[in-house]
């Protein structure tokens, strides 16, 4: 997508985003040393991180949002300075999934993604904007689709879901079931005259949504995109907090506060878990007060799985 920004003339360019990534990965990679007993590993990449993170939040913040990059001719991509590519969507989602956002910015950075990325008109959350067309900026093949296609500020999908999963981090409930609903494919087919602009199959994601001009809100790519896991898991995990973890179940939603019940039907291997999440009070913080299994009540508000071929009745009270 920005094949020159790393791999310029000069191969100096570096990726607020990747660095985001990075951090998650070294994060997840520190407790499996840590259960290995590998304290010296541990130590060293938590130093690792920690200059990670002081970069990221100084030299990676614009102000409202954090750069997307620096390329190796020294200029920057996501800067409110830019003509074209001012804000990128993955740098500010990534600062929160990462964790690695300082806890003010990944606010305020989130807040920049809905006011300038999110059409909620046409119903997309683009990837970049303004798209790249007449300025000087060189940052790879993302250049040579027409403005508005594909990556180059339309709505790429993977990094849509990405900004549910964020604000769902966040808590930030409204906004994450929002953000979902106005992605599913569906919401795009809903009347003749939205599937004559959408043009694709309403019940498979799309790899990308265009975003400008005579093309705007027309589907791309169906059948071909890794997004449709990453929505799968947004709405399964994140919304509707179905969370599965070294052999127990939990439930952390992130729902809207007038969703007064749901319920789910998890099958772990011969067992089935009915699950039944009631909201009696519109609770705005989603958190867990009473957690049943079977009819009684657990402390830890989670359920260990067991593989033995009985059905358990689960009922989680929100506050």
Known sequence: MMDLVQFGNKGTGESVWLGFFLYNILDRFDKICEKAGKTEYVQKYEGIKDELKRALNTNGWDGRWYKRAFMDTKEILGSSDN?????????????????????????????????????????????????????????????????????????????????????????LNNKAYDFYRMINPIEHSKTEELALRYKVEPYVIAADIYGCSNLLGRGGWTWYTGSSSWFYKAGIEYILGLKIEEGNLRIEPCIPKDWKEYKIRYEYKTSIYNIVVKNPNESDTNTVKEFFVNGEKIEEKQVRLMDNGRIYEVEVVLE
């Not at 074209?84 to 956002?101: H, L, N, P, R, Y």
């Not at 959350?125 to 790879?140: A, M, T, V, Y």
């Open 83 to 171: 003509e074209e590519c001012k804000i990128d969507s993955i740098a500010q989602s990534w600062s929160v999934i990462s964790k690695a956002g300082d806890n003010d910015k990944k606010y305020i950075a989130m807040e920049s993604l809905e006011n300038h990325l999110v059409n909620k008109e046409i119903g997309i959350i683009k990837l970049l904007d303004p798209p790249f067309e007449n300025s000087s900026l060189e940052p790879g093949y993302i250049k040579s689709y027409l403005p508005g296609v594909r990556e180059n500020g339309g709505q790429y999908t993977h990094a849509a879901v990405w900004a549910v999963i964020a604000s769902a981090m966040l808590k």
